[in-house]
């Protein structure tokens, strides 16, 4: 099925998504040409799953919990430079493609396209090419991701800082200040100076409208 070194082992596939029926049938489709080596429902599980089982291929969600798919993007290039990273997500806007091959994505499926072009993409990031879904890629913007971005409102969560979209993510899933900095291994007034910072950016008054422009934005799920 596939080429190069790949004809003599199988690729190894780590896959990341929040919802545990997207996650097995992703891995059942992959499984005939591909050892799955695990799978992971939030993105700092990603993180350190990723260092530990370094995989050839990481098929993962946009949305995942406690850290969102765009802010993982960074430290897994970081982290596995050799691992290919495939996004398989429901989220269409150029916004978020541009943003993800920026990031260090190989490859952008959509849930929604046929089950094939998931391999299709693995195929194309294996051997070195990038791969966009022709579902969108006429939406796309012309320009390579380092050409000229899709025009949106602003603001937008991509003023903010990666620390702060960590942080409105967080707040957005409903955490409250004491657990968003045990999890973010930062002090309770460093977590309430980055929302402060965050709704003055944004001009949001409350945490029910930070949670209500993260979901509108794509950070987390409603």
């Known amino acids: 099925m596939f080429e190069g070194d790949f004809q003599q082992r199988r690729p190894r596939v780590l896959i990341a998504d929040e919802m545990a029926l997207i996650a097995a049938g992703t891995r059942a489709l992959l499984e005939?040409?591909?050892?799955?080596v695990g799978t992971v429902a939030d993105g700092r599980a990603l993180?350190?799953?990723?260092?530990?089982l370094r995989p050839?291929?990481?098929v993962m969600e946009i949305l995942l919990p406690l850290l969102n798919g765009l802010d993982a993007l960074r430290p897994l290039v970081r982290k596995v430079p050799e691992s290919k990273i495939v996004l398989l997500t429901a989220q269409e806007s150029s916004w978020h493609v541009a943003e993800a091959f920026?990031?260090?994505a190989s490859g952008y499926v959509l849930k929604r396209s046929q089950p094939s072009e998931l391999t299709q993409a693995i195929h194309a990031v294996l051997m070195g090419q990038w791969y966009l879904t022709p579902l969108i890629a006429k939406n796309v913007v012309k320009q390579d991701v380092g050409?000229?971005?899709?025009k949106r409102k602003v603001p937008t969560v991509s003023t903010l800082t990666p620390r702060q979209r960590e942080v409105?993510?967080?707040?957005?899933?409903?955490?409250g200040t004491k657990e968003v900095a045990t999890l973010l291994n930062i002090a309770v007034k460093t977590v309430e100076f980055h929302k402060f910072r965050i709704m003055?950016?944004?001009?949001?008054h409350s945490t029910v409208a930070l949670a209500k422009h993260a979901?509108?934005?794509g950070l987390v799920r409603l």
């Open 32 to 36: 005939p040409d591909c050892d799955v």
């Open 47 to 52: 993180l350190s799953e990723a260092e530990i």
């Open 56 to 58: 050839d291929i990481i």
């Open 102 to 104: 920026k990031a260090g």
């Open 147 to 150: 050409g000229e971005q899709p």
């Open 168 to 175: 409105l993510q967080l707040i957005a899933e409903g955490r």
């Open 200 to 204: 003055d950016q944004l001009n949001l």
């Open 215 to 217: 979901i509108i934005e």
